[in-house]
RNA sequence: GGGCAUGUAGCUCAGUGGGAGAGCGUUCGCCUCACACGCGAAAGGUCGAAGGUUCAAUCCCUUCCAUGCCCACCA
């Protein structure tokens, strides 16, 4: 007997599981290990932040792929971290330094090092968080290896990566138009940008003979040249290079005609004027053409003294004003008030973006100088081969159309940022000179550049930069590759396996992680990219964290059903690439499935005696243990094949089938005997813990819970993977009891149906199935039951019983022999459904012509075709014989 | 403008070239000694629309409709 509660209560279990796994190590991977590697970096969260529901999903991916893999004999390897996350972290301290001391402008007046020292006390103090929350989720990662981007060994891979990229000509400084935001005071990469629908006013300007249309007039003072199209009819007879005269803003200006195929002829006069320092499309213009460029807006967005009286205004202040100025010299032509357009924001803090030209740090993604499989290969060139070659597998593949258009479009990646968090830019300057190096250079009087790099430069090194050797890192008189070679955990789990994280980073992270382990290390940093999507709620929304009537917290879920429930209701019913929703009822529900193992198990303790083997039973004679064992197989091997192809839903699904469905509510109630034989008890252990170690990667604590009651000596995280037993192949049986198991639910609802005014207790005994042996004598006449139902009828007489429960059955018999079944309806559709499978016989000798077919490989093609004509064959032969039958029947 | 998805039961979603599925919800019957967080059963769908390929299409092809996302551009 057992004194296990009634219901399942998680908050008795998962923390002192958690703590258990923890004390036992059963997470650190050995470097040193001979068996096969299997490595998840984990993508590391903001070193600052709070579980959202995002993470819980990569957690719950991650650690069921993990356990999967360490359960089947692999040296896994979950490596869990944090990320400095330079922005955002930096904002979050600023703005508290400005709401707490009162400070307007902290950088100013604290002075870099003190901004820094408040930011890393914040960071420290907010670590444990984090590391907490993953751990509440049942994450079986590998704490003693844990990492964060600022850590030093990190920071030497970081210097080491920027200074051989400029060695090898791949890193360049220079003045080019990037994304300033004037609010944050640092620049941004194209992909941190985000374009919001706004209204604004369009503005049409007379310019000389021309009109130009604009929506931003206080950019327009410096404007001397107008482009139009080369083609542009309206304007053939204006030439490139001719000069004119006009009135403009703060007086005559000399302007310059220019024709760019850049201007669309559609849109507005189809004639505009440019700003070069700052508009993406009039810097590459002015490029082009070699034009002169002029800043016009600071970067506090207040114009510039080239505006005149504007001189100091913020943009939106001096707007007006100018467009008052322009009508009153009749210059106005029209508003349109309606006009909406796609304005640029930084997506990191929200400030609107102002281009500006800055000198900036670049990585080039052209420069063919990478030795890449025997050619130089440029950046690019290398994205594109990896995925296109195989080396790197998308999962979903139809990533890869998305991947290979922004690889291709990819222009320089940015990577300065005028910002103090972060890894500091290993450049030095002395006097016009310049030196690039992991340390400073010698001498006095070198000053560091002072912008950092953007954080997914660092993060783009994680699968590598967490697995070098800390101790020999700090060594900065070792070469490199010698710190590579001589750091065990590189060599043995690099590169990782699987990289799963959401397909909305799959640019900023995934490219880049590619991008900079390519240069460095000279192979990929993973095989297999797993992308999932967002979590939504149920209505279809993006659930934000701003908005708390539509998100979900993890950790209260956790809470509240358990993380068990919590991982299940992330995985279920969802498949890579696809966005989830998730609600308290897929929670719940999914509550209930831990529920209904728990009471399984708690049965199945009370049933069998203690020190039942859980061993696989050798010798089977019961008919229903038969099928319950090959049913059991089956299972596995689905489980097996849909975990090895990433399908962890269809895993649930399947899982969940057999356990609650088979196992359940039919084993389970057809096991219940007065006498059990030992086998009985043996089978009903092996089969009860076989399916808490499949479940497992999915419910790690439910199931180590329960796992704790068979007295094993190793906890279920580490148990061995179970293996099909050939001696538990008993396909006839499994298919004689599915018979016998649906006649009785064809009975069932028959009793239900057409109420046979059988006697009460008989009626409810047939749901609790408690007649095992009658159900075993009856066999026949169940399964006679079962075919007439399903009109596959075979000429099995009933056996005569002496009980009601028999005669029942024979008046159920009785009952459907009487009805009036259309025979000749249900042969006539038999019928056309064997002329059809007859027809693809014979045609499949010698057509091949089918569509369907043609897509696949040749031998492919061959092997199904021979396939189906196998099963046709037999299908065939099953439906003569059925019609036969009924044919005899009908009379 | 370019690209990618999605459309299957009231809701959320699986799935397959040959007999339409699950969970939740609904209805009916059951406190049966693991679990009422449970058991048994039922109702409910022209698998978005129209064409095509095929002996056979919910599935493959084409077009259309609807919804969502990503990328680019918008002076």
């Given at each position: 007997m057992t004194d296990l509660p009634k219901a399942y209560d998680p908050q008795a279990f998962e923390s002192q599981i958690s703590a258990e796994w923890e004390s036992r190590k059963l997470f650190q991977a050995k470097a040193n290990s001979t068996r096969p590697a299997f490595t998840i970096s984990m993508p590391?969260?903001?070193?600052?932040?709070?579980?959202?529901?995002?993470h819980a999903v990569m957690l719950a991916l991650e650690d069921i792929m993990i356990r999967w893999r360490r359960m089947c004999g692999d040296e896994a390897l979950w490596l869990p971290g944090t990320d400095h996350a330079a922005i955002a972290t930096e904002n979050v301290v600023l703005r508290q330094i400005q709401e707490q001391d009162?400070?307007?402008?902290?950088?100013?007046?604290?002075?870099r090092d003190e901004v820094l020292r408040r930011i890393a006390e914040y960071v420290e103090s907010s670590r444990g968080t984090i590391r907490n929350q993953v751990k509440a989720m049942g994450s079986s990662c590998d704490w003693s290896r844990e990492r964060y981007t600022m850590d030093p060994a990190l920071n030497r891979c970081v210097n080491e990566s920027f200074v051989r990229m400029y060695q090898d000509g791949l890193i360049y400084r220079g003045p080019r138009i990037v994304n300033w935001d004037p609010k944050l005071k640092t620049n941004v990469s194209d992909d941190e940008v985000d374009r919001k629908e706004v209204q604004s006013p369009f503005y049409t300007f007379q310019y000389g003979p021309f009109q130009i249309g604009t929506v931003r007039p206080e950019t327009k003072f410096g404007d001397k040249y107008v482009v139009m199209h080369p083609d542009d009819a309206r304007y053939a007879e204006y030439q490139h290079g001719d000069t004119f005269e006009c009135e403009w803003i703060t007086g005559r200006i000399m302007a310059t005609v220019i024709k760019d195929e850049a201007i669309d002829p559609e849109f507005g006069t189809g004639v505009m004027t440019i700003t070069p320092w700052h508009d993406h499309t009039d810097f590459e213009i002015a490029e082009r053409h070699g034009l002169d460029k002029e800043a016009i807006i600071d970067f506090d967005g207040k114009l510039l003294p080239v505006a005149q009286e504007f001189a100091g205004m913020p943009i939106e202040e001096a707007r007006p004003k100018i467009v008052e100025k322009l009508r009153q010299k009749g210059l106005l032509v029209e508003v349109d008030e309606k006009y909406t357009h796609a304005k640029a924001f930084n997506s990191r803090g929200g400030g609107a973006i102002e281009p500006q030209i800055r000198e900036q740090w670049f990585i080039d993604v052209n420069r063919k100088v990478i030795p890449w499989k025997g050619e130089h290969r440029s950046l690019r060139e290398i994205l594109i081969d990896v995925v296109r070659s195989g080396d790197i597998q998308l999962v979903p593949d139809r990533f890869n159309a998305t991947y290979f258009h922004w690889v291709e479009n990819l222009r320089d990646w940015c990577i300065s940022r005028q910002i103090w968090w972060g890894h500091r830019i290993p450049a030095y300057y002395r006097e016009g000179q310049t030196e690039i190096g992991i340390q400073p250079p010698d001498g006095t009087g070198w000053g560091q550049d002072p912008d950092t790099l953007d954080t997914w430069f660092s993060s783009a090194l994680w699968t590598w930069s967490t697995l070098v050797d800390p101790e020999l890192a700090q060594d900065l008189s070792l070469p490199f590759e010698q710190i590579l070679e001589r750091s065990p955990d590189f060599r043995k789990f690099h590169p990782t396996q699987v990289m799963e994280t959401g397909y909305d980073i799959l640019f900023f992270w995934v490219a880049r992680m590619i991008l900079m382990t390519t240069y460095m290390i000279g192979e990929v940093p993973f095989q297999t990219v797993y992308l999932h999507g967002l979590v939504r709620t149920r209505d279809g929304r993006k659930m934000s964290k701003s908005d708390?009537?539509?998100?979900?917290?993890?950790l209260e879920s956790i809470a509240d059903?358990?993380?068990?429930?919590?991982?299940?209701?992330?995985?279920?019913?969802?498949?890579?690439?696809?966005?989830?929703r998730l609600y308290p009822e897929k929670l719940e529900a999914c509550r209930r499935f831990a529920n209904k193992i728990w009471n399984a198990g708690r049965y199945i303790l009370m049933t069998i005696p203690p020190g039942t083997p859980i061993t696989p039973p050798q010798e089977v004679r019961s008919e229903l243990a038969q099928w319950l064992l090959h049913g059991l197989d089956q299972t596995v091997r689905n489980v097996q094949g849909s975990l090895s192809a990433y399908r962890l839903s269809e895993v649930i699904d399947a899982l969940r089938g057999f356990f609650w469905g088979e196992f359940c509510d039919w084993y389970l109630e057809m096991d219940k005997k007065p006498e059990r034989s030992p086998e009985d008890n043996q089978v009903l252990a092996y089969a009860y813990t076989t399916l808490l170690k499949v479940l497992h990667p999915y419910v790690p604590f439910v199931t180590e819970a329960l796992w704790s009651q068979f007295g094993q000596p190793q906890m279920l995280a580490v148990s061995a993977w179970p293996e099909p037993q050939p001696q538990h192949a008993f396909p006839e049986a499994h298919a004689r009891i599915g018979l016998v198991k649906e006649a009785i639910s064809q009975i069932r609802a028959l009793r239900d149906k057409a109420n046979l005014g059988l006697d009460k207790k008989i009626a409810a005994s047939l749901d609790s199935a408690r007649h095992t042996a009658l159900f075993e004598e009856h066999q026949d006449l169940i399964i006679r039951l079962a075919r007439l139902s399903e009109l596959e009828v075979r000429s099995t007489e009933p056996t005569p019983g002496n009980d009601a429960l028999s005669a029942y059955f024979q008046e159920a018999l009785a009952r459907i022999d009487a009805s009036a079944v259309d025979w000749s309806k249900e042969i006539e559709t038999l019928q056309k459904r064997l002329k059809s499978e007859t027809d693809f016989l014979e045609k499949s000798g010698r057509k091949l012509g089918n569509p369907g077919f043609l897509n696949k490989a040749p031998e492919a093609v061959v092997l199904e075709l021979k396939d189906k004509v196998a099963q046709t064959q037999k299908t065939v032969e099953a439906l003569r014989l059925q019609i036969q039958e009924l044919e005899k029947l009908a009379g």
């Open positions: 590391p969260p903001n070193a600052t932040g709070q579980l959202h529901v995002g009162g400070i307007a402008d902290p950088r100013a007046t604290l002075g708390p009537t539509t998100a979900i917290d993890p059903y358990g993380a068990d429930a919590l991982r299940l209701a992330l995985i279920l019913g969802t498949g890579p690439g696809q966005d989830l």
